[in-house]
């Protein structure tokens, strides 16, 4: 199973019920549909690669738009590989080192949280702002969270198709968008081994 079936998933759910709510928080939410469209409207800007040979850091406070920007980058083409609050400047500079992202999302206050990563000039930085719009912190829909857990569970347990790291670290971001619960809590919750 490959890691573009996630937003094939998507996709799928965005026909047989893209009314139904997907994401919701205070101030707005989005239909099935209007995630997929959103995602693809976002990809559509991005620099575009195909496979998962391009890995894209995304550093950015988890919401509604973190959701949206999983899903844009996997249809650009991207492997995630999330940064969590938590990481410290050591364990973001050793995550660069080993994935040499092609270009990392962030929002522009989480510039300044790892200064360190944003000193490396090979990367291209792309605001979420320039993007996005604002909203409050997520809620999603809980039928379609388990879909998601159950493949991103498979495929990171089989390890078939690359770097086994790299593909629990993408795919667990995939879970910690939908479910919205805490990075480290999740891999040891899913028995993955926190980086």
């Keep these: 199973m490959d890691i573009e079936n996630l937003f094939i998933l998507l996709k799928c759910a ?35 690669y195909e496979g998962t040979e391009a890995v894209a850091v995304l550093d950015m406070q988890r919401g509604l ?64 702002e320039d993007y996005l719009t604002n909203e409050d912190r997520s809620i999603i829909n809980s039928d379609f969270t388990f879909k998601i857990n159950e493949v991103a569970f498979m495929i990171a347990s089989s390890g078939s198709t690359g770097d086994l790291k790299l593909i629990e670290c993408t795919h667990s971001a995939i879970y910690y968008a939908i479910a919205g619960i805490n990075q480290r809590g999740v891999s040891q919750k899913m028995g993955w081994s926190p980086l």
């Design 14 to 48: 965005s026909t047989e019920f893209g009314e139904n709510i997907a994401l919701k928080s205070e101030s707005r939410q989005l239909t099935y549909q209007q995630l997929y469209m959103q995602s693809v409207a976002v990809a559509n800007q991005l620099p575009q």
């Design 65 to 128: 738009n973190y959701c949206i920007a999983v899903f844009a980058l996997l249809a650009a083409g991207y492997t995630v590989c999330p940064f969590d609050e938590s990481y410290t400047d050591i364990e973001v500079k050793a995550i660069v080192s080993q994935f040499k992202p092609s270009i990392i999302m962030c929002d522009r206050n989480t510039e300044k949280r790892h200064s360190c990563v944003y000193d490396i000039k090979e990367q291209y930085i792309i605001y979420a």
